[in-house]
Protein backbone atom coordinates (compact mmCIF):
# COMPACT_ATOMS: atom_id res chain seq x y z
CA UNK A 1 0.00 0.00 0.00
CA UNK A 2 2.02 2.96 -1.23
CA UNK A 3 1.50 6.16 0.94
CA UNK A 4 3.39 9.36 1.03
CA UNK A 5 3.36 9.31 4.97
CA UNK A 6 2.53 7.47 7.90
CA UNK A 7 1.35 8.80 11.69
CA UNK A 8 0.84 7.11 14.79
CA UNK A 9 -2.27 8.09 16.99
CA UNK A 10 -4.09 6.11 20.34
CA UNK A 11 -7.49 7.10 18.84
CA UNK A 12 -8.42 8.27 14.94
CA UNK A 13 -11.83 10.12 14.69
CA UNK A 14 -13.09 10.20 11.62
CA UNK A 15 -15.35 13.19 10.92
CA UNK A 16 -14.83 16.55 12.48
CA UNK A 17 -18.31 17.02 12.82
CA UNK A 18 -21.45 17.29 15.51
CA UNK A 19 -20.68 14.05 17.22
CA UNK A 20 -16.38 13.62 15.98
CA UNK A 21 -15.67 17.08 18.24
CA UNK A 22 -17.47 16.47 21.20
CA UNK A 23 -15.79 12.76 21.24
CA UNK A 24 -12.44 14.12 20.53
CA UNK A 25 -12.37 16.89 23.07
CA UNK A 26 -13.55 14.69 25.40
CA UNK A 27 -10.97 11.79 24.22
CA UNK A 28 -8.27 14.56 24.79
CA UNK A 29 -9.13 15.62 28.70
CA UNK A 30 -6.74 13.04 29.24
CA UNK A 31 -2.72 14.28 28.23
CA UNK A 32 -1.86 10.63 28.13
CA UNK A 33 -3.25 9.90 24.98
CA UNK A 34 -3.28 11.25 21.38
CA UNK A 35 -6.09 11.84 19.55
CA UNK A 36 -6.14 12.85 15.91
CA UNK A 37 -9.78 14.15 14.08
CA UNK A 38 -9.96 13.42 10.55
CA UNK A 39 -12.25 15.90 8.23
CA UNK A 40 -12.79 16.76 4.65
CA UNK A 41 -13.99 20.15 5.63
CA UNK A 42 -11.95 23.07 6.86
CA UNK A 43 -12.95 25.34 9.97
CA UNK A 44 -15.52 28.14 8.50
CA UNK A 45 -16.27 29.23 12.29
CA UNK A 46 -15.41 33.19 11.56
CA UNK A 47 -17.31 32.80 8.25
CA UNK A 48 -20.04 35.12 7.87
CA UNK A 49 -22.58 32.64 7.13
CA UNK A 50 -21.97 30.42 9.69
CA UNK A 51 -21.48 32.93 12.65
CA UNK A 52 -24.86 34.88 11.56
CA UNK A 53 -27.58 32.71 13.08
CA UNK A 54 -29.92 33.82 10.00
CA UNK A 55 -27.62 33.11 7.15
CA UNK A 56 -27.94 29.61 7.68
CA UNK A 57 -29.73 28.77 4.36
CA UNK A 58 -27.05 30.34 2.56
CA UNK A 59 -25.11 27.19 3.50
CA UNK A 60 -27.40 24.54 2.01
CA UNK A 61 -26.00 23.22 -0.88
CA UNK A 62 -22.71 25.58 -0.75
CA UNK A 63 -19.16 24.69 -0.76
CA UNK A 64 -19.87 23.57 3.00
CA UNK A 65 -22.01 20.75 2.23
CA UNK A 66 -21.74 17.47 0.60
CA UNK A 67 -24.85 18.47 -1.23
CA UNK A 68 -26.13 15.11 -1.70
CA UNK A 69 -29.58 13.72 -3.40
CA UNK A 70 -31.41 10.91 -2.92
CA UNK A 71 -32.76 8.87 -5.67
CA UNK A 72 -36.27 9.03 -7.15
CA UNK A 73 -38.77 8.43 -4.60
CA UNK A 74 -41.90 6.67 -6.05
CA UNK A 75 -43.72 7.69 -2.43
CA UNK A 76 -42.98 11.32 -3.29
CA UNK A 77 -44.77 11.09 -6.82
CA UNK A 78 -40.75 9.98 -8.32
CA UNK A 79 -39.01 13.31 -6.98
CA UNK A 80 -35.41 13.12 -5.86
CA UNK A 81 -35.06 15.39 -2.89
CA UNK A 82 -31.72 16.98 -0.96
CA UNK A 83 -30.29 15.56 1.37
CA UNK A 84 -27.62 17.70 2.95
CA UNK A 85 -24.78 17.17 5.27
CA UNK A 86 -22.05 19.53 6.24
CA UNK A 87 -18.43 18.87 4.77
CA UNK A 88 -16.70 21.88 7.45
CA UNK A 89 -15.41 21.38 10.67
CA UNK A 90 -18.68 21.15 13.07
CA UNK A 91 -20.53 19.12 10.57
CA UNK A 92 -24.11 19.60 10.21
CA UNK A 93 -23.91 21.72 13.66
CA UNK A 94 -22.07 24.52 11.50
CA UNK A 95 -24.67 24.69 8.93
CA UNK A 96 -28.19 23.74 10.59
CA UNK A 97 -31.09 25.81 11.49
CA UNK A 98 -30.07 26.07 14.74
CA UNK A 99 -33.01 24.33 15.87
CA UNK A 100 -32.80 21.98 19.50
CA UNK A 101 -35.06 20.34 20.67
CA UNK A 102 -35.02 18.15 23.43
CA UNK A 103 -35.90 14.24 22.78
CA UNK A 104 -38.49 12.54 24.50
CA UNK A 105 -38.07 9.54 27.17
CA UNK A 106 -40.81 7.09 25.17
CA UNK A 107 -38.17 6.91 22.12
CA UNK A 108 -34.92 6.58 23.97
CA UNK A 109 -36.47 3.98 26.09
CA UNK A 110 -37.35 2.67 22.78
CA UNK A 111 -34.11 2.33 22.15
CA UNK A 112 -32.83 0.06 25.65
CA UNK A 113 -35.73 -2.00 24.67
CA UNK A 114 -33.71 -3.35 21.24
CA UNK A 115 -31.06 -5.27 22.83
CA UNK A 116 -29.33 -1.94 24.35
CA UNK A 117 -28.75 -2.41 27.64
CA UNK A 118 -27.60 1.22 29.37
CA UNK A 119 -29.54 3.48 26.51
CA UNK A 120 -32.63 4.25 28.70
CA UNK A 121 -33.57 7.77 29.66
CA UNK A 122 -32.67 8.07 33.31
CA UNK A 123 -29.06 7.21 31.62
CA UNK A 124 -28.87 9.65 28.97
CA UNK A 125 -31.08 12.37 30.42
CA UNK A 126 -27.57 13.90 32.23
CA UNK A 127 -25.56 13.81 29.26
CA UNK A 128 -28.05 15.95 27.55
CA UNK A 129 -28.08 18.04 30.01
CA UNK A 130 -23.83 17.56 30.08
CA UNK A 131 -23.74 18.88 26.25
CA UNK A 132 -25.14 22.62 26.88
CA UNK A 133 -25.80 24.93 28.99
CA UNK A 134 -29.46 26.82 28.61
CA UNK A 135 -29.38 30.88 29.00
CA UNK A 136 -32.52 32.17 29.40
CA UNK A 137 -33.89 36.01 29.15
CA UNK A 138 -33.03 37.68 32.42
CA UNK A 139 -36.15 39.81 31.83
CA UNK A 140 -39.23 38.00 33.76
CA UNK A 141 -41.19 39.87 31.22
CA UNK A 142 -39.81 38.50 28.17
CA UNK A 143 -39.80 35.07 30.30
CA UNK A 144 -43.32 35.18 29.94
CA UNK A 145 -43.89 37.05 26.84
CA UNK A 146 -41.82 33.82 25.70
CA UNK A 147 -43.85 31.09 27.79
CA UNK A 148 -41.46 29.99 29.39
CA UNK A 149 -43.29 29.65 33.15
CA UNK A 150 -43.09 25.95 32.94
CA UNK A 151 -39.02 25.44 32.16
CA UNK A 152 -37.60 23.64 34.86
CA UNK A 153 -34.02 24.67 35.96
CA UNK A 154 -33.45 20.59 36.87
CA UNK A 155 -34.11 19.44 33.41
CA UNK A 156 -31.62 21.49 31.45
CA UNK A 157 -27.80 22.17 31.06
CA UNK A 158 -26.22 24.77 33.28
CA UNK A 159 -22.56 24.08 32.51
CA UNK A 160 -22.13 22.52 29.15
CA UNK A 161 -19.93 23.84 26.59
CA UNK A 162 -23.11 24.22 24.19
CA UNK A 163 -25.07 27.19 23.89
CA UNK A 164 -28.79 27.38 24.50
CA UNK A 165 -31.13 30.16 24.41
CA UNK A 166 -34.45 31.51 23.15
CA UNK A 167 -33.53 34.22 20.21
CA UNK A 168 -37.42 35.24 20.03
CA UNK A 169 -37.26 38.92 20.80
CA UNK A 170 -40.00 40.73 22.90
CA UNK A 171 -40.88 42.58 20.68
CA UNK A 172 -42.17 39.75 18.40
CA UNK A 173 -45.78 38.92 18.71
CA UNK A 174 -46.61 35.45 17.27
CA UNK A 175 -44.97 34.00 20.52
CA UNK A 176 -47.70 34.34 22.94
CA UNK A 177 -50.32 34.36 20.19
CA UNK A 178 -48.85 30.41 19.31
CA UNK A 179 -48.56 29.39 23.24
CA UNK A 180 -52.47 31.18 23.57
CA UNK A 181 -54.14 29.25 20.06
CA UNK A 182 -52.73 25.72 21.55
CA UNK A 183 -54.15 26.49 24.94
CA UNK A 184 -57.88 27.53 23.53
CA UNK A 185 -57.55 23.81 21.93
CA UNK A 186 -56.48 22.32 24.90
CA UNK A 187 -53.01 22.11 24.00
CA UNK A 188 -51.21 23.48 25.93
CA UNK A 189 -47.95 22.43 26.71
CA UNK A 190 -48.28 19.83 29.27
CA UNK A 191 -44.19 20.28 31.40
CA UNK A 192 -41.46 21.37 29.88
CA UNK A 193 -40.34 19.91 26.89
CA UNK A 194 -36.73 18.36 28.21
CA UNK A 195 -38.82 16.18 30.78
CA UNK A 196 -39.15 13.81 27.97
CA UNK A 197 -43.10 13.78 28.34
CA UNK A 198 -44.41 16.74 26.82
CA UNK A 199 -47.12 17.08 24.32
CA UNK A 200 -48.70 20.31 23.15
CA UNK A 201 -47.53 24.00 22.01
CA UNK A 202 -44.13 25.82 23.11
CA UNK A 203 -41.38 28.10 21.90
CA UNK A 204 -38.41 26.30 21.13
CA UNK A 205 -34.47 26.79 21.87
CA UNK A 206 -31.75 27.43 19.61
CA UNK A 207 -28.03 26.68 19.60
CA UNK A 208 -27.49 30.52 19.48
CA UNK A 209 -24.78 32.67 22.23
CA UNK A 210 -27.58 35.37 23.81
CA UNK A 211 -24.38 37.31 24.29
CA UNK A 212 -22.54 37.73 20.72
CA UNK A 213 -26.21 36.63 18.68
CA UNK A 214 -23.81 33.88 17.00
CA UNK A 215 -24.29 30.76 16.29
CA UNK A 216 -22.77 27.79 18.84
CA UNK A 217 -21.71 24.42 17.31
CA UNK A 218 -19.68 21.77 18.11
CA UNK A 219 -16.73 23.95 16.53
CA UNK A 220 -17.15 26.61 19.14
CA UNK A 221 -18.45 24.94 22.22
CA UNK A 222 -16.09 21.60 22.19
CA UNK A 223 -12.93 22.57 19.53
CA UNK A 224 -11.95 26.12 20.15
CA UNK A 225 -12.08 25.36 23.89
CA UNK A 226 -9.72 22.71 23.35
CA UNK A 227 -7.76 23.29 19.98
CA UNK A 228 -4.57 25.49 20.60
CA UNK A 229 -4.44 24.35 24.22
CA UNK A 230 -3.74 20.60 24.09
CA UNK A 231 -0.50 19.42 22.40
CA UNK A 232 -1.98 15.80 22.24
CA UNK A 233 -5.17 16.94 19.95
CA UNK A 234 -4.66 17.08 16.26
CA UNK A 235 -6.89 18.08 13.35
CA UNK A 236 -6.37 16.29 9.37
CA UNK A 237 -8.87 19.33 7.93
CA UNK A 238 -8.75 18.70 3.72
CA UNK A 239 -8.36 15.37 4.57
CA UNK A 240 -10.91 12.28 3.37
CA UNK A 241 -10.74 9.36 4.91
CA UNK A 242 -10.72 6.50 2.23
CA UNK A 243 -11.24 2.88 3.65
CA UNK A 244 -10.30 1.17 7.20
CA UNK A 245 -6.84 -0.35 7.61
CA UNK A 246 -7.85 -4.14 9.25
CA UNK A 247 -5.93 -7.29 10.54
CA UNK A 248 -6.88 -10.79 11.31
CA UNK A 249 -6.94 -12.17 14.98
CA UNK A 250 -7.46 -15.10 16.43
CA UNK A 251 -10.97 -13.87 17.73
CA UNK A 252 -11.84 -10.15 16.01
CA UNK A 253 -11.11 -8.26 13.31
CA UNK A 254 -8.94 -5.07 14.34
CA UNK A 255 -8.85 -1.63 13.51
CA UNK A 256 -5.41 -0.80 12.62
CA UNK A 257 -6.12 2.86 10.84
CA UNK A 258 -7.50 4.01 7.95
CA UNK A 259 -6.08 5.34 4.61
CA UNK A 260 -6.56 8.71 3.77
CA UNK A 261 -6.06 11.34 0.97
CA UNK A 262 -4.72 14.90 1.59
CA UNK A 263 -3.42 17.49 -0.75
CA UNK A 264 -0.08 16.33 -1.03
CA UNK A 265 -1.02 12.58 -1.54
CA UNK A 266 -1.95 9.66 0.80
CA UNK A 267 -1.59 9.32 4.44
CA UNK A 268 -1.33 6.40 6.35
CA UNK A 269 -2.85 7.17 10.17
CA UNK A 270 -2.39 4.10 12.34
CA UNK A 271 -4.50 3.73 15.89
CA UNK A 272 -2.77 2.40 18.69
CA UNK A 273 -6.10 1.67 20.54
CA UNK A 274 -9.53 2.66 18.74
CA UNK A 275 -10.76 4.21 15.59
CA UNK A 276 -13.78 6.20 15.85
CA UNK A 277 -16.48 6.65 12.91
CA UNK A 278 -18.35 9.99 13.28
CA UNK A 279 -18.98 10.69 9.60
CA UNK A 280 -22.71 10.80 9.85
CA UNK A 281 -25.46 8.88 8.39
CA UNK A 282 -24.17 8.56 5.23
CA UNK A 283 -20.73 8.51 5.36
CA UNK A 284 -19.91 6.23 8.49
CA UNK A 285 -21.73 3.21 6.42
CA UNK A 286 -19.93 4.05 3.68
CA UNK A 287 -16.72 3.88 4.91
CA UNK A 288 -17.55 0.40 6.43
CA UNK A 289 -18.67 -0.77 2.99
CA UNK A 290 -15.78 0.59 1.04
CA UNK A 291 -13.75 -1.72 3.93
CA UNK A 292 -15.45 -4.76 3.38
CA UNK A 293 -17.93 -4.65 5.68
CA UNK A 294 -21.59 -4.58 4.74
CA UNK A 295 -23.96 -7.11 2.63
CA UNK A 296 -21.66 -9.56 0.62
CA UNK A 297 -23.76 -9.65 -2.07
CA UNK A 298 -23.46 -5.83 -2.62
CA UNK A 299 -19.45 -5.83 -1.67
CA UNK A 300 -19.31 -8.97 -4.31
CA UNK A 301 -20.90 -7.48 -6.91
CA UNK A 302 -18.53 -4.26 -6.27
CA UNK A 303 -15.34 -6.18 -6.01
CA UNK A 304 -14.23 -5.10 -2.58
CA UNK A 305 -13.02 -8.24 -0.27
CA UNK A 306 -15.67 -9.20 2.36
CA UNK A 307 -14.51 -9.19 6.09
CA UNK A 308 -17.63 -9.05 7.41
CA UNK A 309 -20.62 -10.02 6.34
CA UNK A 310 -23.52 -7.80 8.15
CA UNK A 311 -26.31 -7.10 5.81
CA UNK A 312 -27.88 -4.18 8.36
CA UNK A 313 -24.90 -2.01 7.31
CA UNK A 314 -26.88 1.19 5.28
CA UNK A 315 -30.05 -0.09 6.36
CA UNK A 316 -32.80 1.27 8.74
CA UNK A 317 -32.62 4.41 7.70
CA UNK A 318 -34.87 7.16 8.80
CA UNK A 319 -35.40 10.73 8.38
CA UNK A 320 -38.33 13.36 9.18
CA UNK A 321 -40.36 14.44 6.27
CA UNK A 322 -41.98 17.80 6.85
CA UNK A 323 -44.90 20.05 4.36
CA UNK A 324 -47.24 22.32 5.07
CA UNK A 325 -49.39 24.72 4.51
CA UNK A 326 -48.75 28.59 3.74
CA UNK A 327 -51.55 31.22 4.94
CA UNK A 328 -52.03 35.07 3.65
CA UNK A 329 -51.64 37.58 6.73
CA UNK A 330 -52.72 40.77 7.45
CA UNK A 331 -51.04 43.60 5.78
CA UNK A 332 -49.77 44.74 9.08
CA UNK A 333 -48.07 41.17 10.21
CA UNK A 334 -44.14 41.51 9.75
CA UNK A 335 -42.77 38.48 8.00
CA UNK A 336 -39.78 37.12 6.52
CA UNK A 337 -40.88 36.54 3.09
CA UNK A 338 -38.72 39.28 1.62
CA UNK A 339 -35.31 38.77 3.40
CA UNK A 340 -35.83 35.16 2.45
CA UNK A 341 -36.69 35.91 -1.04
CA UNK A 342 -33.68 37.99 -1.27
CA UNK A 343 -35.26 41.36 -1.66
CA UNK A 344 -32.10 43.69 -1.58
CA UNK A 345 -34.05 46.32 0.88
CA UNK A 346 -34.77 43.58 2.96
CA UNK A 347 -31.55 42.18 2.87
CA UNK A 348 -29.71 45.64 3.59
CA UNK A 349 -31.93 46.44 6.63
CA UNK A 350 -31.38 42.83 8.42
CA UNK A 351 -27.76 43.19 7.82
CA UNK A 352 -27.80 46.94 9.37
CA UNK A 353 -29.46 45.93 12.23
CA UNK A 354 -27.32 42.50 13.15
CA UNK A 355 -23.85 44.93 12.64
CA UNK A 356 -25.27 47.87 14.47
CA UNK A 357 -27.25 46.57 17.50
CA UNK A 358 -26.82 42.89 16.91
CA UNK A 359 -30.99 42.68 16.36
CA UNK A 360 -33.35 42.26 14.05
CA UNK A 361 -34.49 38.78 11.31
CA UNK A 362 -31.07 37.79 11.50
CA UNK A 363 -30.16 36.64 15.46
CA UNK A 364 -33.29 34.14 14.72
CA UNK A 365 -32.42 30.69 13.75
CA UNK A 366 -34.85 27.95 11.32
CA UNK A 367 -37.62 27.58 14.05
CA UNK A 368 -39.02 29.28 17.08
CA UNK A 369 -42.33 28.18 17.23
CA UNK A 370 -42.94 23.94 17.94
CA UNK A 371 -45.35 21.69 19.03
CA UNK A 372 -45.68 17.74 19.56
CA UNK A 373 -48.96 16.30 18.66
CA UNK A 374 -50.29 13.16 18.81
CA UNK A 375 -53.15 12.81 16.43
CA UNK A 376 -56.36 14.53 17.03
CA UNK A 377 -59.60 12.65 16.20
CA UNK A 378 -62.85 14.80 16.66
CA UNK A 379 -63.48 17.26 18.66
CA UNK A 380 -62.59 15.81 22.69
CA UNK A 381 -59.47 16.14 23.53
CA UNK A 382 -59.23 12.19 25.14
CA UNK A 383 -62.09 10.53 23.07
CA UNK A 384 -62.78 7.06 24.78
CA UNK A 385 -61.42 5.15 21.93
CA UNK A 386 -57.50 4.49 20.55
CA UNK A 387 -56.76 7.12 17.86
CA UNK A 388 -56.04 5.72 14.15
CA UNK A 389 -57.63 2.58 14.90
CA UNK A 390 -59.37 2.51 11.55
CA UNK A 391 -55.86 3.66 9.33
CA UNK A 392 -54.09 0.80 11.15
CA UNK A 393 -56.98 -1.74 10.39
CA UNK A 394 -57.14 -0.55 6.82
CA UNK A 395 -53.46 -1.19 6.18
CA UNK A 396 -53.06 -4.53 7.49
CA UNK A 397 -50.03 -4.99 5.96
CA UNK A 398 -47.68 -1.99 7.25
CA UNK A 399 -46.32 -3.65 10.12
CA UNK A 400 -45.24 -6.84 8.91
CA UNK A 401 -41.21 -7.24 9.11
CA UNK A 402 -40.92 -9.74 6.80
CA UNK A 403 -39.05 -11.47 9.83
CA UNK A 404 -36.84 -8.88 10.97
CA UNK A 405 -36.70 -8.65 14.96
CA UNK A 406 -35.77 -5.01 14.83
CA UNK A 407 -38.12 -3.72 12.82
CA UNK A 408 -40.71 -6.04 14.69
CA UNK A 409 -39.95 -4.21 17.87
CA UNK A 410 -39.56 -0.92 15.93
CA UNK A 411 -43.17 -1.16 14.65
CA UNK A 412 -44.69 -2.33 17.58
CA UNK A 413 -43.35 0.99 19.67
CA UNK A 414 -44.56 2.89 16.98
CA UNK A 415 -48.03 1.30 17.34
CA UNK A 416 -47.95 2.31 20.54
CA UNK A 417 -47.62 6.25 19.83
CA UNK A 418 -49.57 7.22 17.28
CA UNK A 419 -52.41 5.39 19.30
CA UNK A 420 -51.57 7.15 22.11
CA UNK A 421 -53.32 10.78 23.48
CA UNK A 422 -50.23 11.83 24.75
CA UNK A 423 -47.18 10.81 22.41
CA UNK A 424 -46.23 12.95 19.74
CA UNK A 425 -46.33 11.47 16.31
CA UNK A 426 -46.29 15.07 14.07
CA UNK A 427 -44.57 18.26 15.17
CA UNK A 428 -46.45 20.99 14.09
CA UNK A 429 -44.15 24.31 13.23
CA UNK A 430 -44.80 28.38 12.92
CA UNK A 431 -42.69 29.30 10.25
CA UNK A 432 -43.08 33.58 9.82
CA UNK A 433 -42.75 33.16 5.93
CA UNK A 434 -44.47 31.68 2.58
CA UNK A 435 -42.88 27.67 1.66
CA UNK A 436 -43.45 26.45 -2.20
CA UNK A 437 -42.88 23.22 -0.89
CA UNK A 438 -41.95 20.47 -3.85
CA UNK A 439 -41.28 22.72 -6.45
CA UNK A 440 -37.56 22.32 -6.61
CA UNK A 441 -35.62 19.28 -5.43
CA UNK A 442 -32.60 21.24 -3.90
CA UNK A 443 -32.60 21.74 -0.36
CA UNK A 444 -31.33 25.41 -0.50
CA UNK A 445 -34.57 26.38 -2.01
CA UNK A 446 -36.48 25.45 0.90
CA UNK A 447 -38.55 28.35 2.09
CA UNK A 448 -38.19 30.86 -1.18
CA UNK A 449 -41.20 31.37 -2.05
CA UNK A 450 -43.04 33.16 -5.60
CA UNK A 451 -45.95 33.81 -3.90
CA UNK A 452 -47.22 37.24 -4.13
CA UNK A 453 -48.09 38.86 -0.26
CA UNK A 454 -46.88 37.54 2.91
CA UNK A 455 -47.58 34.61 4.72
CA UNK A 456 -47.15 32.24 7.57
CA UNK A 457 -46.33 28.53 7.29
CA UNK A 458 -47.93 25.93 9.10
CA UNK A 459 -45.31 22.85 9.27
CA UNK A 460 -45.84 19.48 9.74
CA UNK A 461 -42.74 17.49 10.64
CA UNK A 462 -43.78 12.83 10.53
CA UNK A 463 -41.49 12.81 13.41
CA UNK A 464 -42.03 8.78 13.64
CA UNK A 465 -42.16 7.16 10.54
CA UNK A 466 -42.79 3.84 9.83
CA UNK A 467 -41.00 3.96 6.61
CA UNK A 468 -37.38 2.58 6.29
CA UNK A 469 -34.79 2.96 3.37
CA UNK A 470 -31.22 2.61 2.99
CA UNK A 471 -28.07 4.32 1.90
CA UNK A 472 -25.11 2.76 -0.11
CA UNK A 473 -22.08 2.76 -1.92
CA UNK A 474 -22.73 2.85 -5.71
CA UNK A 475 -19.05 2.00 -6.47
CA UNK A 476 -15.85 0.82 -4.99
CA UNK A 477 -14.56 4.34 -5.99
CA UNK A 478 -14.60 6.40 -2.55
CA UNK A 479 -14.78 9.62 -4.32
CA UNK A 480 -18.25 7.89 -5.78
CA UNK A 481 -21.59 9.36 -4.31
CA UNK A 482 -23.73 6.82 -2.43
CA UNK A 483 -27.19 5.81 -3.55
CA UNK A 484 -29.83 7.19 -0.78
CA UNK A 485 -32.81 5.78 -0.67
CA UNK A 486 -34.93 7.00 2.15
CA UNK A 487 -38.17 5.14 0.49
CA UNK A 488 -39.91 8.21 1.98
CA UNK A 489 -43.50 7.20 2.68
CA UNK A 490 -43.00 3.75 1.29
CA UNK A 491 -45.17 2.86 4.46
CA UNK A 492 -48.96 4.03 3.78
CA UNK A 493 -49.37 4.87 7.66
CA UNK A 494 -47.02 7.39 7.06
CA UNK A 495 -49.37 8.82 4.79
CA UNK A 496 -52.39 8.40 6.91
CA UNK A 497 -50.47 9.88 9.97
CA UNK A 498 -49.44 13.22 8.12
CA UNK A 499 -52.89 13.40 6.56
CA UNK A 500 -54.59 13.05 10.22
CA UNK A 501 -51.97 15.92 11.32
CA UNK A 502 -52.51 18.28 7.66
CA UNK A 503 -56.61 17.96 9.05
CA UNK A 504 -54.98 19.75 13.11
CA UNK A 505 -53.30 22.03 11.23
CA UNK A 506 -56.90 23.59 9.72
CA UNK A 507 -57.96 23.50 13.19
CA UNK A 508 -55.37 25.12 14.50
CA UNK A 509 -55.55 27.99 11.43
CA UNK A 510 -59.02 28.64 12.95
CA UNK A 511 -58.57 29.16 16.14
CA UNK A 512 -57.67 32.34 17.84
CA UNK A 513 -55.85 34.61 18.49
CA UNK A 514 -53.97 32.73 15.84
CA UNK A 515 -56.64 32.97 13.09
CA UNK A 516 -57.20 36.93 13.68
CA UNK A 517 -53.29 36.92 12.09
CA UNK A 518 -54.51 35.50 8.40
CA UNK A 519 -56.27 36.98 6.28
CA UNK A 520 -59.93 36.43 5.72
CA UNK A 521 -60.14 34.64 2.46
CA UNK A 522 -56.62 35.19 1.72
CA UNK A 523 -54.52 33.45 -0.50
CA UNK A 524 -52.37 29.45 -0.02
CA UNK A 525 -49.46 28.50 -0.88
CA UNK A 526 -50.95 25.89 -3.50
CA UNK A 527 -54.91 25.34 -4.55
CA UNK A 528 -54.25 21.59 -3.33
CA UNK A 529 -52.54 22.82 0.42
CA UNK A 530 -55.71 21.56 2.35
CA UNK A 531 -55.95 19.39 5.32
CA UNK A 532 -60.19 19.28 5.24
CA UNK A 533 -60.51 16.31 2.35
CA UNK A 534 -58.21 13.43 3.59
CA UNK A 535 -57.70 12.19 -0.23
CA UNK A 536 -56.80 15.18 -1.02
CA UNK A 537 -54.62 15.87 1.88
CA UNK A 538 -52.61 12.44 1.24
CA UNK A 539 -51.53 13.50 -2.25
CA UNK A 540 -50.93 17.39 -0.99
CA UNK A 541 -48.27 15.66 1.48
CA UNK A 542 -46.72 12.95 -1.73
CA UNK A 543 -46.43 15.87 -3.99
CA UNK A 544 -44.83 18.33 -1.45
CA UNK A 545 -42.73 16.88 1.84
CA UNK A 546 -39.18 17.73 1.55
CA UNK A 547 -36.71 16.24 3.88
CA UNK A 548 -35.91 18.26 7.76
CA UNK A 549 -32.16 16.74 7.12
CA UNK A 550 -31.82 14.41 9.94
CA UNK A 551 -31.13 11.46 8.50
CA UNK A 552 -30.16 8.39 10.90
CA UNK A 553 -30.06 5.15 12.02
CA UNK A 554 -28.03 2.97 9.27
CA UNK A 555 -25.31 1.38 11.52
CA UNK A 556 -28.07 1.12 14.21
CA UNK A 557 -26.90 -0.25 17.67
CA UNK A 558 -28.73 -3.26 17.77
CA UNK A 559 -28.14 -6.76 18.24
CA UNK A 560 -26.71 -8.02 15.23
CA UNK A 561 -29.48 -10.91 14.66
CA UNK A 562 -32.28 -7.76 15.04
CA UNK A 563 -30.27 -5.70 12.03
CA UNK A 564 -27.67 -4.08 14.11
CA UNK A 565 -24.38 -2.39 12.91
CA UNK A 566 -23.25 -1.79 16.92
CA UNK A 567 -23.85 -3.27 20.32
CA UNK A 568 -24.51 -1.16 23.23
CA UNK A 569 -20.80 -0.21 23.65
CA UNK A 570 -20.85 1.78 20.05
CA UNK A 571 -18.39 -1.66 19.04
CA UNK A 572 -18.63 -2.83 15.18
CA UNK A 573 -19.90 -6.38 15.64
CA UNK A 574 -16.98 -8.66 14.80
CA UNK A 575 -14.96 -5.90 15.45
CA UNK A 576 -12.75 -5.22 18.63
CA UNK A 577 -11.63 -1.31 18.51
CA UNK A 578 -13.95 -0.24 15.56
CA UNK A 579 -16.83 2.20 16.93
CA UNK A 580 -19.47 4.26 15.26
CA UNK A 581 -20.66 7.59 17.39
CA UNK A 582 -23.00 9.76 15.07
CA UNK A 583 -26.52 9.93 14.14
CA UNK A 584 -26.14 6.52 12.26
CA UNK A 585 -26.18 4.46 15.26
CA UNK A 586 -29.69 5.72 16.78
CA UNK A 587 -31.72 2.62 15.73
CA UNK A 588 -35.12 5.12 16.01
CA UNK A 589 -35.77 8.39 14.90
CA UNK A 590 -35.96 11.08 18.09
CA UNK A 591 -39.18 12.73 17.88
CA UNK A 592 -37.45 16.39 17.41
CA UNK A 593 -34.45 17.84 15.67
CA UNK A 594 -31.47 15.47 15.56
CA UNK A 595 -29.16 17.91 16.41
CA UNK A 596 -29.79 17.51 20.67
CA UNK A 597 -29.72 13.74 20.35
CA UNK A 598 -26.06 13.86 18.67
CA UNK A 599 -25.15 15.68 21.17
CA UNK A 600 -26.34 13.62 23.72
CA UNK A 601 -24.85 10.39 21.99
CA UNK A 602 -21.83 11.55 21.79
CA UNK A 603 -21.29 12.84 25.48
CA UNK A 604 -22.41 9.06 26.43
CA UNK A 605 -20.30 7.77 23.49
CA UNK A 606 -16.83 9.55 25.43
CA UNK A 607 -17.53 8.02 28.66
CA UNK A 608 -17.98 4.68 27.04
CA UNK A 609 -14.86 4.80 25.72
CA UNK A 610 -13.14 6.36 28.64
CA UNK A 611 -14.47 3.34 30.37
CA UNK A 612 -13.73 0.70 28.39
CA UNK A 613 -10.05 1.73 27.13
CA UNK A 614 -9.30 2.63 31.64
CA UNK A 615 -8.94 7.08 30.77
CA UNK A 616 -9.41 9.79 33.29
CA UNK A 617 -13.18 10.45 33.31
Known amino acids: MATDRELKFDFIVVGGGTAGLVVASRLSEDPNVTVAVV ?49 ILGGSSAINGQVFIPPSASVVDAWSSLGNPGWTWDVLAPYYRKAHSML ?34 LSEPVAPVWNATFRELGYEATSDPASGVATGGFNSAATIDPETKERSCSTTAQWREAWGKRSNLHLFSETTALKLIC ?28 VILAAGAIQSPKLLELSGIGNPQLLRDLEIDLLIANAGVGENMQDHLMTGISFEVNDDVETLDALRNKDSVATEA ?29 SEKLPKRPPFAAELAAHPDALDAGGNKGLQLQYEFLKSVVQSHTEGSGGIYLSPRGTTYGVSPRAQDYGISSLPGKYVTLGLSLVQPFSRGSTHISSSDPHAKPTIDPKYLSNPLDVEVAASHLAFIE ?4 TQPLASFLK ?36 SMMPQ ?36 SVYMVAERAADIIKEDQGLRM
Not at 140 to 163: F, I, N, V, Y
Not at 507 to 510: I, T, V, Y
Open 136 to 169: LPDDHKHRMHLGLDKLESSTHGRSGPLKVSFATP
Open 561 to 596: EYGGVVNERLLVHGMRNLRVVDSSVIPIIPKGNIQS
Open 507 to 510: KLAA
Open 39 to 87: EAGTDHTDDPRVKVPGRWFTLIGSDVDWDFMSTEQPGLYGRSIGQPQGR
Open 350 to 378: AAEAYTKEKAGALTLGGINYFSWMPIVEG
Open 247 to 274: RNTDSNLVAEGILAEESGGQVQLRARRE
Open 520 to 555: PGGRRNAPEAQGTDREKAKKWVRKSALSNWHQCGTC
